[in-house]
């Protein structure tokens, strides 16, 4: 059985999700936060982060390739085959180097660290740099949809909207991308989203 190592509050989030979309029975080994977190994971991610995921001897660390594992036993449509495989790693691979890293720095000098420590102008930065990808994103989605391969949804959406959750349930402004918007509400009204938001947001 799968095993999801971490905590819902986490990016294991994004596992979770995927693990609901695919249908497959899974478990929560909850690693949460604090001094303890190293010690608790390391066994399964060199990297001492969260999430980590086992499925019997395989274990792998990325939260966006464990989705990409899972979605491949369930397979298509949430694993779709030829050409539509690269087309699901191209939004994967551009949620994780284009999207998240501004996504990040909007989000902790936004939200995540205390007041007292953010930097408006890294929040700034941030914004612009998630808003130049949602453009990107809005111009995709007017020639093609509802999702980003087309008729079907696939780990794709999951991976990108999974990045975006962040600035979606934290106040970003997506008023000047509506498609993106109307895309990204869809995703996170899924069935298998709200299960998984369920165990995030209680
Ligand atoms: N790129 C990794 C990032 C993992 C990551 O940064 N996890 C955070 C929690 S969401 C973590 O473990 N932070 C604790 C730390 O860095 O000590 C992934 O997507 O899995």
Redesign the pocket.
Known sequence: MLKIH?IAR???F?CIWAAEEAGLPYEVIPVG?GPG??DAISAVNP?????AMTDGDLVL????AINLHIAAKAGAPLMPAGDDASRVLQWTFWA?TEVEPSAGMWAYNTYLKPADQRDPAVAKAGAEGVAARLAVLEGHLAKTGPWLLGANYTIADCNLAAVLYGAWSNGFDFGPFPKAKAWLDACVSRPAALAARKQREG
Do not use: M, Q, T
């Open positions: 971490g986490s990016r294991a994004r936060f977190l190293k990297n001492g982060k969260i999430p660390f990325e939260s966006l994780a």
